[in-house]
C-alpha cells in the first residue's frame, strides 16, 4: 500500500505489510485514519461501559485481544492479533 504518513514522537510507525491490513481503501492521510480509528475506538468504550467484567475476566489475553479488535477491528485487519513485527515503542533505541 503506498500510504505515506508522516509520523509525530510516539506515533507507531506502520510497516508496508502492516498497512496491507488496512480495510478501508479510502484512506489516504493520517487525518482521515485517525478519524476511522478514533470512530472505532468510541464504539468499543461504550461496549465496555455497559458491562461488569470480573477482574479474572479482564486480567487474560483473551480479553486484551477481543478489546484490541473491538478499538481497530472495523479499520485494520490484523486488529486483535499480535504484531509480527519489532517495534521499538517510547524509546530512541
Known amino acids: 500500500m503506498e500510504l505515506d504518513f ?3 514522537y510516539g506515533q507507531t510507525p506502520l510497516d508496508e505489510e502492516e498497512k496491507d491490513g488496512l480495510l478501508i481503501p479510502a484512506i489516504a492521510t493520517r487525518g482521515e ?3 476511522f480509528e478514533q470512530q472505532n475506538i468510541e464504539k ?3 461496549w465496555l461501559l455497559v458491562r461488569n467484567f ?3 475476566t479482564i486480567l487474560t489475553e ?3 485481544r ?4 473491538r478499538m481497530y477491528g ?3 485487519a490484523w486488529a486483535g492479533d499480535f504484531r ?4 521499538n515503542i517510547g524509546t530512541d533505541k
Do not use: M, S
Open 66 to 69: 477481543n478489546v484490541h479488535k
Open 33 to 35: 485514519l485517525d478519524e
Open 6 to 8: 508522516g509520523y509525530i
Open 84 to 87: 509480527k513485527t519489532d517495534k
Open 54 to 56: 470480573k477482574a479474572e
Open 74 to 76: 472495523n479499520v485494520w
Open 44 to 46: 468499543a468504550i461504550q
Open 62 to 64: 483473551a480479553f486484551v
